[in-house]
């Protein structure tokens, strides 16, 4: 029992410092990493409850750095909205589903966002669509979140059209995950899969994701952030061929 504690505890603290490492090399990551790895070894819904509090905090951190927390708050408010409401429906299919199946979506949302992002094609969102676009992309990230307990697809690519500058970008990146962030817990929350006792552990990987956090932003200003994302990627893409495999085996 005691050695089991121990891997256990051993693999939470590995995982979360490796997630806050690509997070603080890319500025993002942090959730997918840390679904994908502990997906794994658990079911993808005990995963994403473990992840609540380092994402949020993180997060947080993130959007509250930025130069226009209000402004964007005012242009994002249709997404954002669209995203509780899509993620508190579908966190009835992380926690209903067989895990093996709620892994294999993951690991579809892993493939598809490390094909994306290895591609990297140039979008841009023309102004006049998006009033309307918003809610749409809100809505469908919400229920990519509460089915998968990832937060990037399409929301990343959405925003990276809009035309923002990279500070701008940034901040909103941490706006979108750290809504994310409180929709899933709430979801989970009203389909019985997250409960107060496990805010203990939540909490105590915080120390490991901001200590990666922290390492990641110092390898950030010696290697280059393109090549460590290449690679980010591609490990992203194995893992997400290893958890849709898995149902076949």
């Known amino acids: 029992m005691f050695e089991s504690s121990h891997f256990f505890f051993s693999l939470l603290i590995l995982t979360f410092l490796a997630a806050g490492l690509v997070k603080g090399v890319t500025g993002m990551g942090l959730p997918t990493v840390a679904m994908g790895l502990l997906s ?11 992840l609540v509090i380092p994402s949020f905090v993180t997060n ?23 995203i509780v409401l899509g993620t508190v429906a579908g966190a009835a299919l992380l926690v209903r589903v067989d895990p093996l199946w709620s892994g294999l979506a993951l690991g579809i949302a892993l493939l ?14 023309p102004a006049r669509v998006e009033p309307w676009l918003s809610p749409i992309v809100g809505l469908v990230t919400g229920a990519v979140t509460g089915a998968t307990g990832v937060f990037v697809m399409p929301a990343v690519p959405y925003l990276q059209a809009l035309g923002l500058d990279k ?33 203990g552990l939540s909490a105590l990987v915080i120390v490991p994701a901001l200590a990666g956090m922290w390492l ?11 090549r460590f994302r290449q690679f980010f990627l591609l490990f992203l893409g194995l893992l997400g061929l290893e958890l849709v495999s898995r149902p076949f085996f």
């Open 60 to 82: 947080v951190w993130q959007w509250l750095a930025g130069p226009d927390t209000s402004g964007l708050l005012r242009r994002l408010w249709p997404m954002m909205a669209s």
């Open 216 to 226: 990641g932003q110092k390898i950030r200003a010696r290697i280059s952030p393109r």
């Open 167 to 199: 500070d701008e970008l940034v901040q909103a990146l941490g706006l979108s995950f750290t809504v994310s962030t409180v929709a899933l817990a709430a979801g989970l929350l009203m389909h019985g899969a997250f409960r107060l006792d496990q805010l």
């Open 112 to 125: 598809v966002y490390a094909s994306y992002a290895l591609v990297s094609p140039a979008l841009s969102i």
């Open 40 to 50: 794994v070894v658990m079911p993808p819904a005990a995963a994403a409850a473990m």
